[in-house]
């Protein structure tokens, strides 16, 4: 059974920086993507950011240049380095999975997720 588990998650100031972690078990790296989305309350959930099998990775617009996903298979990791925070990146992160090559940031092409991980951003 495959489980993700988020943490990194927290209060900053505009113009600062977190690293998010998703803590991955049961899951086959070489099998599909893996991928961070994010959701304000009473909002769609958005795909930020997506790594496939071959390391390739994809940002939504609003955060290329500042946010970066990466994995570390040693440490069965995921992560998400975001940088120069602003006020709207404040949300709820959700670390996801799936057993596919489609990469999409769409949150039907991921069906496994973690619980979440909450990032606010003051100005």
């Known amino acids: 059974q495959v489980q993700l588990v988020e943490s990194g998650g927290g209060s900053v100031q505009a113009g600062g920086s977190l690293r998010l972690s998703c803590s991955v078990s049961?899951?086959?790296?070489?099998?599909?993507?893996m991928a961070w989305f994010r959701q304000a309350p009473g909002k769609e959930r958005e795909g930020v950011a997506a790594?496939?099998?071959?390391?390739?990775?994809s940002y939504v617009d609003s955060v290329k240049v500042r946010f970066t996903i990466s994995r570390e298979y040693s440490k069965n990791t995921l992560f998400l380095q975001m940088n120069s925070l602003k006020p709207e990146d404040t949300d709820m992160y959700y670390c996801?999975?799936?057993?596919?090559?489609?990469?999409?940031?769409?949150?039907?092409?991921?069906?496994?997720w973690g619980q979440g991980t909450q990032v606010t951003v003051s100005s």
């Open positions: 790594i496939s099998v071959g390391s390739g990775t």
């Open positions: 049961g899951y086959i790296y070489s099998r599909g993507c």
């Open positions: 996801a999975a799936n057993y596919a090559l489609n990469c999409r940031l769409t949150e039907s092409a991921f069906p496994i």
